[in-house]
């Protein structure tokens, strides 16, 4: 008998050959798409586009819409002074915008960092009430400082974004 031909490439298989583990590929990663409804985007046109993180660096050479940063600041449960202190501008001048005013690249990257990393801690924690009764607890892994006050830098987000790895993996310092 014959074996047949999906068989024999199972049997006559190299040992190192690598290949792409069975897994449903999606068009949209789901964080991208949590990051864009945290931001109020993600029924906008000009965002249906956004598909993976390097479809974010156009918006944000264009600038965000101010309404995206009033949207992820109610979401984040924080005041608009808060926000102007993590996206390093004055309050008075993110009043003085329309909802539709483009913000900076800076200030866009900022929010689109933040809209990535609320919706990592939203998976992570299984909800966003979690994440963000974490976000104001002191962790000892981050000095018993509050992870809000890293929101300010890029790099403390990312340190924000390698803690919330080292979680879901049941690593806790």
């Known amino acids: 008998m014959k074996p047949t031909k999906k068989k024999y490439q199972k049997e006559h298989r190299p040992d190192n050959l690598l290949e792409e583990p069975a ?3 999606q068009t949209r990663s789901s964080n991208v798409s949590v990051s864009l409804t945290l931001m109020g985007l993600k029924d906008e046109h000009a965002f249906k586009a956004v ?6 660096i156009d918006r944000i050479r264009e600038g965000l819409p101010k309404k995206a940063l009033d949207h992820l600041a109610g979401v984040m449960g924080i005041s608009d002074v808060e926000m102007a202190g993590i996206i390093h501008t004055s309050d008075r001048t993110l009043r003085r915008y329309t909802p539709a005013q483009k913000l900076s690249a800076e200030q866009s990257e900022r929010i689109i960092e933040l809209a990535r990393l609320y919706a990592r801690g939203t998976d992570v924690f299984d909800g966003l009430d979690a994440f963000k009764t974490w976000m104001t607890t ?3 892994a981050l ?3 509050k992870p809000m006050t890293f929101l300010d830098t890029s790099m403390g987000i990312e340190l924000l974004m390698d803690e919330l790895g ?8």
């Open 143 to 145: 000095g018993a400082q």
């Open 166 to 173: 080292r979680i879901e993996q049941g690593i806790f310092a």
């Open 138 to 140: 002191p962790v000892d």
């Open 23 to 25: 897994a449903v590929y």
């Open 51 to 56: 598909q993976n993180a390097m479809d974010f």
